[in-house]
């Protein structure tokens, strides 16, 4: 193994980085994410889409919300992972990327399918997720592509299945020669195209990252090689680059060394307050405030028939510009949709996207009135975005609000309450609410637990 | 919060505004205008009346070819490791046979996953034009699938043969998309893109799923392709190919639940990349509706290579052309031929670093190596499947050769397996030179093994883990495949 490789920084990271060196920023931000990507799982196993994925496929791993449902590991990994994302409810960090849907499931799957009487501690289980998180941030910086809202491949195809791998490479133990072919090994797993993003098969994105990382390190861990050189830079062979147009790796320093700054430190990570694409939040955010003029503004009720014209000044990106959504999917992409379930009721929720509340003639009103402008100084990047939206009413009056940074964006995170919020919301979905009591509890001394069986045996 | 909101009074005045939305509605084109519904319509409708003689030929030979190099496949190591994972790491499921070994049955991905690593496990099985390894990534998905289907209700021969057609002709059409398609690949390894599109198809046409269904399953597809050429010629390399398969039964399978994804994976959508994301140059055209005229298959038009020995397709051309200079060494005075009369070798072959390897480490280096099997071939005058044994690949009068070899990529030889040539330049010590050329090796489309040929190497090949009345078994039905009712007579004889 070339340990002067990029390949070879990496492989020896995931195997020496330690349980000391995650800060207590780092393990705070972690639990947070743990449970929220759980609570998603959980109300993600109500969908169709879930079910469908759930008859596909051994008594071995738990199934999110489904009492004594198990499934071998990958599969677990893969069921859990397309509850996770079924309803776009999931985490995004920046550069782009759902990061906790690729690794957690994978890593849970992985507890489970340890003996008993040698589960990983909470504290180990909370590593190995963190090194699944931190591949996917270094990955994500060898590219300046990946800074904006992607074009070509879902970037959770491509380092989310990193991420996975690494993640579970480190759950194993493996040394750092099978950590480095656990990443070369999942470089063959990844990448889809962003042309399914938006269906219903976007869910399998994050379930197969998930999976597939999870297969690659158990792959490796049988002895299985692949290019020593994946993530460098080899003239004329393409390897992880394949998936970029501009790739410079970079070698992650040595743990051993010095300490070691996750980039969770310094970069935190977005939750969603509704289902939909994080785009969505800043309209829905401007369109809320919108509203709470339009209720306040001298009428009781706010009828649509009161507006003429609805203005959206968004930034540039195909995939979320949807005019009249035909599937709950595209309504969770298009920035018309979810602007304008704002104006009518003040805010997006879960039920936003249920077939009725999809199909209010009052909300289709307002989508025949919606345009789009995407002016320049608005990118689409997670980290500079604003939406806006303004509303001329049929006497004239015009209202506009204006988002910068959604409640729950990295720059304004959604406090502890409020995440244990939506969480209780999720889970009671699904579990009891002793249950869900346990869970946060669990999670939130996920680092000094023993055992982390206290956990894998609250999800169902 | 950091929301702002603003309001302005404007004088008022009645404008009848026609909204660009209204106007601009998205059109979404209908299934038939698509590119990727004309795949889903092909799919769904070609019938068995339409595979020419010409094609139920050729695609006999590669299904014997291919069965032939998954039996040798399943002795590797790589094959057992997988095997042991998927035996290991998921419940029994009892339904799909695994090549060569007696009573060993997977879950019908699963199978089609260790079965397309036997396939691809030695570099042995079949090459097409544009590039790509066709048959390991269908055959086994189809097999499996077979082995899926309920015991009173299987597939006909000629079904399982359409099936396996389709399969074929989806990634011959896919590749025709791309000019980049026509060399040896730089980014994505080609069974990895267009393999897995070819066994969702297969496997669509064989669970009779509707045009839509087909459809989609080529889109879900999509979503499970792409590996980078920096894992071929490594240990992981047969994977490509297992996972192209698998991952196409996959497909269809969710598709025949009713999953769906991009209707227009397939078209080229701007802003958004579908199939299109693994190319540079992307044009994509319909494929005719087969039931308007007759359709001509790829096959009838562009036949397939298949391998003498178990290396990269290249490795046939420097082979070919040391061979017959060994012909010369041996027959020019000296009854045996001594490494150490040779002074310089030199080989003329195109540029293409994944090929270019001066001393190959591992089994899987050295079948992806110009210069070893230019010296093997120098040696023994032929490669073989023993040439690649860590015996035959440590003597070291091969080694002494190696490390005389120099290499050159003259302008007039690009890495394209239709216009590519081999030519060996050995420079004996008192000064004479031989050398010799190859444009086209005995296997290559332009000079097919003959049907004896093709034979011989099956019985070698099957003959390390069948029985010779099976291998008599296998030989006649595939031979017939066409004719017999009920393809259990093929899934049947395969362990």
């Given amino acids: ?42 109300i993600g196993s109500t ?43 999931d985490d995004t ?9 690729a690794v957690l499931p994978a890593v849970l799957a992985l507890g489970d399918m340890m003996p008993t009487n040698r589960k990983p501690s909470g504290l180990d289980f909370l590593l190995a997720f963190n090194v699944g998180i931190e591949i996917q941030g270094r990955l994500m910086r060898f590219s300046n592509e990946a800074h904006n809202i992607p074009k070509r491949f879902h970037p959770p195809t491509v380092v989310g299945t990193m991420g996975s791998a690494a993640a579970c490479a480190r759950l ?7 950590c480095s072919h656990a990443l070369a090994i999942a470089a ?53 680059n394949a998936f970029y147009e501009d790739y410079v790796s970079r070698p992650l320093g040595s743990p051993s ?48 028939a009161q507006i003429q014209d609805i203005q959206l000044r968004v930034p540039k990106s195909k995939y979320i510009n949807r005019p009249f959504p035909e599937s709950e999917h595209e309504a969770r992409h298009s920035f018309q949709f979810n602007a304008c379930s704002a104006l009518l009721d003040g805010e997006v929720t879960v039920q936003s996207f249920t077939p009725a509340a999809m ?58 309450d409020s995440l244990r919020k939506k969480f209780r919301n999720n889970a009671g979905m699904v579990l009891s609410s002793e249950k869900i009591d346990r869970v946060i509890d669990v999670v939130d001394q996920l680092d000094r637990i023993e055992n982390c069986s206290s956990l894998l045996s609250e999800l169902q």
């Fill in 188 to 240: 063959s797993l990844s990448g889809a195209p962003m042309a399914n993003a938006a269906t219903q098969s976007k869910p399998l994105h994050i379930a197969n990252a998930a999976r597939f990382g999870l297969e690659a390190a158990l792959l490796a861990s049988r002895g299985l090689k692949a290019s020593p050189q994946v993530l460098d830079t080899v003239p004329g062979v393409a390897g992880f």
């Fill in 257 to 304: 060394d010095d300490g070691h700054m996750f980039l969770l430190e310094e970069q935190d990570m977005a939750f969603k307050r509704f289902p939909a694409h994080l785009g969505m939040h800043w309209v829905a955010d401007a369109a809320a405030s919108v509203h709470k003029h339009l209720v306040g503004f001298g009428h009781s009720t706010f009828s649509p």
């Fill in 172 to 178: 194993l133990s493996l040394d750092h020669s099978q």
């Fill in 1 to 42: 193994m070339l340990l002067h490789t990029f390949t070879g920084s990496f492989g020896k990271f995931i195997s020496e980085i330690k349980p000391q060196q995650l800060s207590s920023v780092v393990l705070h931000r972690s639990k947070r994410m743990v449970l929220d990507s759980i609570g998603v799982g959980l």
């Fill in 47 to 89: 969908t169709d889409v879930f079910e469908l994925a759930l008859q596909h496929s051994d008594d071995i791993s738990s199934v999110y919300g489904r009492k004594n449902a198990k499934l071998s590991p990958t599969l677990a990994a893969f069921v859990n992972g397309v509850a996770t994302h079924s309803m776009d409810f």
């Fill in 359 to 416: 199909s209010r003639p009052e909300l289709l009103a307002l989508l025949s009135r919606v345009h789009v402008e995407h002016p320049d100084d608005n990118p689409a990047n997670f980290n500079r975005m604003y939406g806006e939206v303004q509303v001329t009413l049929l006497g004239g009056d015009i209202l506009r609000g204006r988002c910068d940074t959604f409640y729950g964006h990295w720059r304004n995170p959604l406090t502890d």
């Fill in 93 to 101: 960090w920046h550069p782009a990327t759902h990061p906790s849907g």
